[in-house]
């Protein structure tokens, strides 16, 4: 079955290291997301990527990074930078958009909460 | 500012009663709109979604939403919840002006979390 997957669902960090989150999609699409949620906060951008080799910060980007170095991955670092980590955090991705009045659906994986200790 | 409203943290419905919750968006232009349903500890599920045309928009799980341009409203509804209805929902747009860049963000709002009792 086509999806995404996302690894490990539970993430516990001691402060002052860096952490990877896998983001891995068989969907073959191009575009690939990372969003933030934290309690009544909704959903916000961190990284995205349209394509291989290619990505633009988002909304909150300070203290993370990313690489897109495959079509199917999309990992997610958090650094020791970022100050205040504790969230759950979502990846989805989409295929690329065709004309301007098009908007194609992104597919969210299921999500890993990250708990710095 | 330009933002999307969803003003009820929680919602408490018993089930087999109709359920509606609210979402406001305050954009220029009508945004494309959405509805996602998150279960615990999981991902977003597309419910439904408006783009145009008829105002009524039908989605899985026997949702429905109606968008009123007058009202800045895309209002999410059913009839009849059920017990595994409980989750957190959240109305999202992409606002218009960001359908001419090569990229479409989703703006969400706060989410509405639904509860159901027996």
């Known amino acids: 079955d086509g999806g995404i997957t996302q690894s490990p669902k539970y993430l516990f960090r001691k402060e002052g290291q860096n952490v990877t989150l896998s983001c891995e999609q068989n969907l073959n699409h191009d575009a690939m997301y990372w969003y933030r949620q934290d309690p009544g906060q909704g959903l916000r951008l961190i990284y995205y990527?349209?394509?291989?080799?290619?990505?633009q910060k988002g909304d909150i980007a300070e203290g993370y990074s990313v690489s897109r170095e495959k079509k199917e991955s999309f990992p997610l670092t958090v650094t020791s930078a970022q100050k205040n980590p504790t969230a759950f955090y979502l990846c989805a991705s989409s295929t690329p958009r065709g004309d301007y009045a098009t908007y194609n659906e992104q597919f969210f994986g299921p999500g890993t909460r990250l708990t710095v200790l | 500012a330009q933002s999307v409203t969803q003003p009820d943290i929680h919602i408490t419905v018993s089930e087999g009663a109709s359920l509606e919750l609210r979402c406001n968006y305050s954009?220029?232009?009508?945004?494309?709109l959405f509805w996602y349903v998150q279960s615990p500890g999981q991902g977003l599920q597309l419910l439904l979604k408006?783009?145009?045309?008829?105002?009524l928009v039908q989605g899985i799980k026997g949702f429905e939403a109606e968008f009123k341009r007058s009202q800045s409203s895309f209002n999410l509804r059913k009839p009849s919840v059920h017990w595994s209805d409980a989750a957190e929902y959240f109305c999202?747009?992409?606002?218009?002006?960001?359908?001419?860049?090569?990229?479409?963000?989703?703006?969400f709002g706060t989410g509405t979390r639904l509860l159901v009792s027996p």
């Open positions: 954009y220029g232009a009508t945004p494309y």
């Open positions: 999202a747009v992409v606002p218009l002006r960001n359908m001419n860049t090569g990229f479409q963000k989703l703006v």
């Open positions: 990527s349209q394509i291989v080799n290619d990505f």
């Open positions: 408006y783009f145009s045309g008829d105002t």
